[in-house]
């Protein structure tokens, strides 16, 4: 089964960055999509970035301009590089993969186990 594991989440001053790293434990090209979500306490469910298929991406507005999604079919990562960051970026952020449509709908979504981001000012 196809894990996921995150790194890099930490404790950094605002205006300072940070770069996230999901490692999955297969061929990333398995997956239809690959993004990061975020959860602020008290507060849903975020997405904040994703890749999709051919490369394609797309930013929550919150973060445009200031984080960048990428990957490395090579090592099987999927990065997020965090600059700019707020205070208000402070939440645990999540690596998140979708198997295509042929596999199980109980099985088609891979979540890792998070990572805390903390943004003091």
């Known amino acids: 089964q196809v894990q996921l594991v995150e790194s890099g989440g930490g404790l950094v001053q605002a205006g300072g960055s940070l770069r996230l790293s999901c490692a999955a434990s297969g061929s990333i090209l398995s997956f239809d999509a690959m993004g990061w979500y975020r959860q602020a306490p008290g507060k849903q469910r975020e997405l904040v970035a994703a890749?999709?298929?051919?490369?394609?991406?797309n930013y929550a507005d919150s973060v445009k301009g200031r984080f960048a999604i990428s990957r490395d079919i090579r090592k099987n990562t999927v990065y997020l590089q965090m600059n700019s960051l707020k205070r208000e970026d402070t939440a645990v952020y999540y690596c998140y993969a979708k198997f295509p449509a042929t596999v199980p709908e109980a099985y088609r979504e891979l979540w890792g186990q998070g990572t805390l981001v903390t943004v003091s000012s």
């Open positions: 890749i999709i298929g051919g490369g394609s991406t």
